[in-house]
């Protein structure tokens, strides 16, 4: 039997720190000699823009970590499914490097950052697996590669478990 993988809600967080490009105008631009850069940083600025469309960056509140974000989207993507977390085979939580507070270098990812996520939704199911994908910035992508095979393996095959995965 073939089995396939259907994303049948999502959540989200945007964090509501807005920091346009402008913010960047008094800042030093250097290449990857190490160089800085002789053009303008208005021109550098225009040039980054329209070369990426990004005109503004969203940065998570000092008071917030990776865990907050992630139950915030997850709870959201239980609402969208309109579901309830108790049903989650797996609970995927790909980041960078743990919850890292404002003003501190200490990372921390024990518990894995899915465990405190499970916990944020009570969910109580002692089947439900928490794993954390540490991965950098693809991470995401990597997380749904991991459920995807999860799903394909067989390992995952009643329809409830299917609807059921959730990456965050």
Not at 122 to 132: G, K, L, M, Q
């Amino acid at each position: 039997m073939t089995y396939r993988t259907v994303i049948a809600a999502t959540g989200s967080h945007i964090p509501t720190v807005v920091v346009p490009n402008e913010h960047f105008l008094k800042h030093d631009f250097h290449g990857p000699d190490q160089k800085r850069i002789n053009k303008s940083n208005d021109e550098i600025l225009r040039q980054f823009e329209s070369i990426t469309g990004i005109r503004e960056r969203r940065y998570v509140p000092d008071d917030l970590v990776t865990t907050d974000i992630a139950y915030d989207a997850a709870r959201k993507a239980l609402q969208s499914w309109g579901k309830h977390g108790e049903e989650l085979d797996y609970i995927i939580v790909a980041h960078n490097f743990g919850d890292v507070r404002a003003g501190s270098l200490r990372s921390d990812l024990v518990p894995a950052l899915a465990a405190r996520v499970k916990n944020r939704l009570e969910i109580e199911n002692p089947r439900t697996v928490a794993v954390d994908v540490v991965f950098g910035c693809p991470g995401w992508l990597q997380g749904v590669i991991f459920a995807d095979s999860m799903i394909r393996s067989g390992e995952i095959i009643d329809m409830k478990t299917v609807a059921g995965l959730a990456l965050l």
